[in-house]
């Protein structure tokens, strides 16, 4: 395949190769990648794991995965490029081998040296995998590993999350990756800046004059940001019921506070990457810590008892295998945070996520103010509050909620929607946000990629809620029924304060 671009090759080294991640999402990227002819022409992979597969054997395992994905004959030239090297990346002394198949194939598809490390595996394996890619001096920007040939070279690394599981964690999984990596070469990778929609944000406030004027507290009433999925923890028990799971940490800390500052961040002053990091970053500097007495109040934890969603039954969460009967990890976390500046002073932001709930919906809400006089409020309602309602899955798109006259005589309003369907206006599905993020790593694009002070401030943000939590053993776990929207808690959070949760 020709590539479009002026991309260099490289090396996609994937930690964690035989790993569902790997199977479900990367490789099939890569692929997808390669058929639009977006990746350079020489590009190679090479999966590394415990399990003693063969280059075929591992193409096949890939392959039988998912069959759909693949067209037999682009297939066929495609997996020349895919490698297996069976090995213990964790241990030292599989370096030699690992480093020296590195080389051979650096030879073989002619990579110039650059290698884009992937860290698929579990947060455990992370600081001896970066360790040992240091001791094995295989990151040597500007000179190439195998052949030192004055030749320059890049290497860069992409680390999956959970991106610790406290402050302290992600400080220390930080020092550890700047001992072997410039900050530009670590790419923290969270799959939902790759969402089409979340980068629409972008162009949806700066590109356009009419929102951004209204984008601040004047106007703003409250902000509500929500992942709802109907899936359950299905066989990710004793990883999720582990002091690193929990939808707090899982889904709030992470995927939901970037959208929050994609949301709420300043104009860059251009869109190169380090600008719109630096805008980020003050986002999350400006997130509100709460105290230990504030945490009953603006946050609220759930666990899924048994039920059904859509119709099938579920579980409950303490009957899942590898879940503690007794446990106490929130599969549903709802919080609000205040973002602390002039622009965003007294809006309050309400994230919220969870496991086996009603609805499989990612969705951003602005909600507005009422206007300052209602004319109307004697006809058969109040009116309601305007809405932007940025869908990020499923139905892509953008749609304002705002009131009109219903035909006829009278002055009866009614709800009505602006739509901007993202399928039906681009007449295709949106790219899968994994595409987008390593065709971005490749180039060297940093902007979808976590810079490290936004996640010590995430972290920051929602510790004293965990410690709360720990600290307080809450005696009506489950709290909400699979298939429903959550712990009436979170409700009432929201009603204390005369609001309510856009569900359905
Ligand atoms: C992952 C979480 O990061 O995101 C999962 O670990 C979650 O628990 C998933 O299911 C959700 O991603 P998406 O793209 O399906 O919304």
């Given amino acids: 395949m020709p590539d479009d671009n002026n991309n260099t090759g490289c090396l996609v080294v994937i930690f964690g190769a035989s790993g569902d991640l790997t199977k479900r999402k990367l490789v ?7 058929d639009n002819g977006m990746l350079p022409s020489n590009i190679a992979i090479m999966g590394v794991s415990r399990t003693k597969y063969s280059d075929d054997d591992w193409r096949e395992e890939l392959h039988g995965f998912s069959p759909g994905s693949y067209d037999a004959d682009k297939w066929a030239d495609f997996k020349e490029r895919i490698h297996y090297q069976a090995s213990d990346a964790t241990k030292a002394d599989a370096w030699g081998d690992i480093k020296d198949r590195m080389c051979a194939l650096d030879k073989q598809h002619a ?6 490390f992937y860290l698929s595996v579990s947060p455990q394996f992370f600081e001896p995998i970066i360790n040992n890619i240091g001791t094995a001096e295989v990151v040597v920007e500007g000179r190439k590993y195998c052949s030192i040939d004055g030749t320059k070279s890049w290497q860069r690394i992409v680390v999956e999350k959970p991106f610790g599981s406290d402050p302290g964690s992600a400080a220390k999984l930080n020092r550890t990756l700047a001992g072997v990596f410039d900050e530009d070469a670590i790419y923290r990778i969270d799959h939902y800046l790759g969402k089409e929609l979340v980068q629409n944000m972008l162009v949806l406030r700066f590109a356009n004059a009419i929102f951004e004027p209204l984008w601040n507290q004047r106007y703003v009433d409250h902000i509500q940001i929500t992942a709802s999925e109907t899936v359950d923890v299905g066989t990710r028990g004793s990883y999720y019921d582990s002091p690193s799971g929990g939808a707090m940490r899982d889904m709030v800390q992470s995927h939901l506070l970037q959208v929050l500052s994609v949301v709420a961040m300043e104009p860059p002053v251009s869109m190169d990457a380090a600008d719109i990091r630096t805008e980020k970053i003050k986002v999350f500097k400006a997130l509100r810590v709460p105290k230990a007495d504030e945490v009953s109040k603006i946050a609220v934890r759930g666990q899924y008892g048994p039920g059904a969603v859509n119709g099938d039954p579920v579980v409950g969460y303490r009957d899942t295998e590898g879940v503690d009967p007794h446990s106490q990890t929130d599969t ?11 622009r965003w002073g007294g809006v309050p932001f309400y994230l919220r996520s969870g496991k086996a709930m009603g609805a499989k919906k ?12 209602c004319l109307f409020r004697d006809k058969a309602r109040n009116a309601k509050p305007n809405q932007i309602v940025i869908n990020v899955q499923p139905d892509e798109g953008i749609r304002m909620r705002f009131e009109g006259k219903v035909p006829g005589s009278g002055l ?37 990629f976590k810079h490290r002070d936004e996640i010590q401030s995430a972290w920051d943000a929602v510790q004293p809620v965990l410690d709360y939590w720990a600290g307080n053993p809450q005696d009506d776990l489950p709290n909400y029924s699979a298939g429903t929207w959550g712990p009436p808690a979170a409700d009432l959070m929201m009603q204390r304060e005369g609001r309510y949760w856009r569900n359905g």
């Fill in 412 to 448: 009866k309003m009614k709800e009505v929607v602006m739509d901007f369907d993202y399928v039906e206006q681009w007449q295709t599905e949106p790219p899968d946000g994994y595409a987008t993020l390593l065709h971005d790593a490749i180039k060297g694009d940093q902007t979808l």
């Fill in 28 to 34: 099939p990227a890569l692929y997808h990648l390669w």
């Fill in 362 to 373: 990612t969705e951003i809400v602005v909600y507005f103010k009422p206007t300052p006089h």
């Fill in 111 to 116: 990579l110039g040296g650059n290698v884009l």
């Fill in 332 to 342: 549903f976390a709802a919080m609000q945070f205040s973002v602390d500046t002039w």
